[in-house]
C-alpha cells in the first residue's frame, strides 16, 4: 500500500502519521503543498493535523485552496482514500469533501489531553479493525473541533451509519458529539482526535493503531 | 479602490468568542448586553475597475466558509 502525506507549512504531525503508516507496513512519500500532482499509485492521502497557514482566515482555508488539494480532491473523485485528521479534518471540511464545519470549541479553550471515543461504525476500511460501539481512548489537541452542521446534514450522517466515532463525553460543543465522520462512499475519513499518537506502546497507548492496521489490510488486499 | 468585506458567523451558529466578550463586559459592569457576535473584516485593496461579482467569487471561493459564515461585501 502506498500513502502520501500532504505538508502545508504549520503541519505539525506530518511525520507521526507518517511512522504510523510505515509502521503498518505502507509505503510512504511526503507531499509538498505546492507540488502539483501526487506519486504515482498512490492508495491513500494522509492530511496530517497542525496549524497548515498559522490557522489565518479559518482553520484549514488556505491549504484547502493549495496547488495540492486539487489532486486531492480529483484522487477523492476518482474513489480515492483520504484520511484527514485534525487539522486535515479542517481541510477536508473546507474542500468540501466533507459536510459540516469545525468551529471553535464550546468552552474557549484549547484542549490537549486523551478522551474517551466509541467506534460509531465497523463498516469502513479504517474502523473495521474494532467492533461498532468499542470505547476506544485516543487523544486530542485542538482549539476548534467543535464539529457543526445543518440538523438535515447530520440526519444524512446518522441514516446513513456515516458517523465514524462519536466522543464518550463531548470535551468541545460537537453537534451530537460527533469526533469523526465519513463520506457518502466510505472512503474518505475526517476526524479530530489523534489515532497517529496513540498507535505506540511509548505513546502511552495504542487505540489507533487498529485504525491504520486493518487500512493496510484492506488496500493491501485490494 | 478599497473594498471592505465584512464576514460574520450566520444566525444561529453559536458564536463561543462572542458569548465570552458578553460576558466579560457583564464583568466590567456594562448592564443589559444581551448578545455579542464577533466577526472579522477584511480590507482588500484592488485594481481599479474590480468588480463586485470578482469579490463575490472571492468570498464563495476562500474569505467566507458559507457553511457557517455570511458575508457582505461594501465597496465604494
Not at chain 1, 498512490?42 to 489565518?56: E, H, N, Q
Not at chain 1, 482526535?193 to 491504520?212: C, M, V
Request: aromatic share 6%; with cysteine.
Amino acid at each position: 500500500m502506498r500513502a502520501a502525506v500532504i505538508v502545508f507549512p504549520g503541519s505539525n504531525c506530518d511525520r507521526d502519521l507518517a511512522v504510523a503508516f510505515r509502521e503498518a507496513g505502507c509505503t510512504v512519500e511526503m507531499v509538498w503543498h505546492k507540488d502539483t500532482s501526487l506519486p504515482e499509485g498512490v492508495d491513500i492521502i494522509g492530511l496530517p493535523g497542525g496549524f497548515s497557514f498559522g490557522d489565518y482566515l479559518r482553520c484549514g482555508a488556505i491549504a484547502a485552496n493549495s496547488p495540492i488539494c486539487t489532486e486531492v480532491k480529483a484522487h477523492a473523485d476518482r474513489g480515492g482514500y483520504v484520511v484527514g485528521i485534525c487539522n486535515g479534518f479542517q481541510v477536508l471540511t473546507e474542500t468540501g469533501l466533507l459536510p459540516g464545519a469545525l468551529l471553535r470549541n464550546g468552552g474557549i479553550k484549547y484542549i490537549c489531553r486523551t478522551v474517551p471515543l466509541i467506534v460509531e461504525t465497523a463498516d469502513s476500511v479504517y474502523t473495521n479493525g474494532y467492533d461498532a460501539g468499542q470505547e476506544i481512548e485516543i487523544p486530542i489537541a485542538h482549539h476548534d473541533g467543535n464539529y457543526t452542521a445543518t440538523d438535515d446534514v447530520v440526519s444524512e450522517l446518522t441514516d446513513n451509519d456515516r458517523i465514524a466515532f462519536r466522543y464518550g463525553a463531548n470535551p468541545n460543543g460537537s453537534t451530537a458529539d460527533i469526533a469523526g465522520i465519513l463520506s457518502s462512499n466510505r472512503r474518505v475519513l475526517g476526524m479530530m482526535p489523534h489515532p497517529e499518537r496513540a498507535a505506540d506502546e511509548q505513546h502511552g497507548g495504542t487505540d489507533g493503531k487498529a485504525l491504520f492496521a486493518s487500512l493496510a489490510s484492506a488496500l493491501t488486499a485490494a | 479602490m478599497k473594498a471592505h468585506v465584512h464576514v460574520m458567523l450566520k444566525d444561529g451558529v453559536l458564536d463561543p468568542q462572542g458569548e465570552a466578550v458578553r460576558h466579560a463586559l457583564g464583568g466590567l459592569g456594562f448592564g443589559g448586553v444581551q448578545q455579542v457576535r464577533q466577526g472579522k473584516v477584511i480590507e482588500l485593496d484592488l485594481a481599479d475597475g474590480t468588480t463586485e461579482d470578482t469579490v463575490r467569487e472571492m468570498c464563495e471561493k476562500l474569505l467566507a466558509n458559507t457553511v457557517i459564515e455570511s458575508y457582505r461585501i461594501e465597496m465604494p
